[in-house]
T-cell receptor
Framework: DTGVSQDPRHKITKRGQNVTFRCDPI?????LYWYRQTLGQGPEFLTY????????KSRLLSDRFSAERPKGSFSTLEIQRTEQGDSAMYLC????????????FGDGTRLSIL | QKEVEQNSGPLSVPEGAIASLNCTYS??????FFWYRQYSGKSPELIMF????GDKEDGRFTAQLNKASQYVSLLIRDSQPSDSATYLC?????????????FGQGTTLQVKP
C-alpha cells in the first residue's frame, strides 16, 4: 500500500509565474484533499474531491488557484500569477469516502516565491 | 475565537513521563476528531482518531474526548525523545459527510533525555 505521492517536493519560482503541483492518492481512496500550511500554523483547507467531483472549495482558494481531478485518480493544483504570500507547504491528503474517514497526507510540495 | 485551539507550547517533559496535549473546539456539532504528529520540515502523520466520548487507546497513545466540554486530549505514556514533534489537533467541520478538517496551530512537545 503505497502512500500519497506529491510532485515536486520543492518548487522555487519568481513572482508572477504559474506553478502546477501533482498529487497521486492512495489507490483505494476516492477522496482527495488539498491543504496549505505556513510556518507555525496548522494546515488550512483549500478544496476536496470525491472521485472527479470537486465538492468544496475554501474562500482561501482565490481565482488564481484551480484544482482538477479529471479522471478521479491524480489531482493537480495550479497557482497562476504567483505572489509572495503564496509561499507555503502545499499538502495533499486522501481518504476513503464518507465523512469522518482519516485523511493521510503526502510529503507535501514546498513553494518558495522569489 | 478560533475554531480549534491548542496551546502552542513548548511542552517539555522528561523521558518516561506522561505528556498531556489538549485541544478545544467551538463547533458543538463536530463528530470526528484527529491527532496528527508533525516533525520539523515533514508532513502531518495520523496518530489517532476518535468519534465517541471517552478514551481510545493505541499503544502508548490515548485519545480522550468530551463532547459536552468540547475538549479533546492526547496522552503519550512513557514519552521518548523521538516523540519530540508538533502535535496537531484536527476537527471535521460541519456535517458528518464533509471532508474539511479544521486544524489547531499545534503544540510543540519536547521530551528531554
Amino acid at each position: 500500500d503505497t502512500g500519497v505521492s506529491q510532485d515536486p517536493r520543492h518548487k522555487i519560482t519568481k513572482r508572477g509565474q504559474n506553478v502546477t503541483f501533482r498529487c497521486d492518492p492512495i489507490s483505494e481512496h476516492n477522496r482527495l484533499y488539498w491543504y496549505r500550511q505556513t510556518l507555525g500554523q496548522g494546515p488550512e483547507f483549500l478544496t476536496y474531491f470525491q472521485n472527479e467531483a470537486q465538492l468544496e472549495k475554501s474562500r482561501l482558494l482565490s481565482d488564481r488557484f484551480s484544482a482538477e481531478r479529471p479522471k478521479g485518480s491524480f489531482s493537480t493544483l495550479e497557482i497562476q500569477r504567483t505572489e509572495q504570500g503564496d509561499s507555503a507547504m502545499y499538502l495533499c491528503a486522501s481518504s476513503h469516502p464518507g465523512g469522518g474517514q482519516p485523511q493521510h497526507f503526502g510529503d507535501g510540495t514546498r513553494l518558495s516565491i522569489l | 475565537q478560533k475554531e480549534v485551539e491548542q496551546n502552542s507550547g513548548p511542552l517539555s517533559v522528561p523521558e518516561g513521563a506522561i505528556a498531556s496535549l489538549n485541544c478545544t473546539y467551538s463547533d458543538r456539532g463536530s463528530q470526528s476528531f484527529f491527532w496528527y504528529r508533525q516533525y520539523s520540515g515533514k508532513s502531518p502523520e495520523l496518530i489517532m482518531f476518535i468519534y465517541s466520548n471517552g478514551d481510545k487507546e493505541d499503544g502508548r497513545f490515548t485519545a480522550q474526548l468530551n463532547k459536552a466540554s468540547q475538549y479533546v486530549s492526547l496522552l503519550i505514556r512513557d514519552s521518548q525523545p523521538s516523540d519530540s514533534a508538533t502535535y496537531l489537533c484536527a476537527v471535521l467541520h460541519g456535517s458528518s459527510n464533509t471532508g474539511k478538517l479544521i486544524f489547531g496551530q499545534g503544540t510543540t512537545l519536547q521530551v528531554k533525555p
